[in-house]
């Protein structure tokens, strides 16, 4: 397949992120929405789309799924304007050389902070869930410490009582009663 703006060769890649085409020659490349959502978090995405506008252009990229001519969109990512051909209908965009790393932007500043905020709560839960169960588990050990004194007491208790019972010839017992 050729390059709808340069006419060189498209060949199809795929990472663990995303699966796109890119024309050898010029850089650009055929990208599908829900990867580039990928690189915001997907409100985020949703509102640079909803926030971009149509602009009057010659430019007739095709859509690679259904081969109807993509619009011509603005976008504003992190106060950066880029130019990209979205089809509205098969949510395919096509990127020039580098306008990737315009929509990545976002990604670095606002998101990041949001993620660290995230990700030091996440550890600080960690951290108060593992104290929670250790002080708990201390307070455990604790009570079963103080029943197993209590036992061990018990059981010393009834060692002398059995003791002096073996030691006498059993009378001790009644004498409350007999006197």
């Known amino acids: 397949m050729n390059c709808p703006s340069c006419a060189g060769k498209l060949y199809k890649y795929k990472t663990h992120d995303a699966a796109y085409m890119i024309c050898d020659s010029c850089f650009g490349h055929y990208f599908l929405e829900a990867d580039i959502k990928k690189l915001h978090k997907p409100k985020i995405w949703d509102q640079i789309i909803s926030d ?19 619009v011509e969109i603005e976008v504003n990512n992190n106060d950066q304007i880029v130019k990209i051909d979205r089809c509205h209908n098969c949510k395919i965009l096509w ?4 306008e990737i790393e315009y929509l990545q932007a976002e990604k670095c500043d606002l998101e990041n902070a949001l993620n660290k905020e995230k990700i030091i709560s996440e550890i600080d839960t960690i951290n108060m869930n593992s104290l929670i169960e250790s002080k708990l588990a201390e307070v455990y ?10 036992m061990r007491k ?4 009834r060692e002398k009582q059995s003791n002096a019972y ?7 017992i009644f004498e409350d009663f007999l006197y």
């Open 52 to 70: 971009a506008k149509p602009i009057k252009s010659k430019r007739k990229i095709p859509c690679i799924k259904c081969k109807n001519k993509m």
């Open 95 to 98: 990127l020039d050389q580098d």
């Open 141 to 150: 050990l604790d009570s079963q410490l103080q029943d197993m004194k209590l």
């Open 154 to 157: 018990e059981l010393k208790k």
């Open 166 to 172: 073996k030691n006498s010839d059993g009378w001790e």
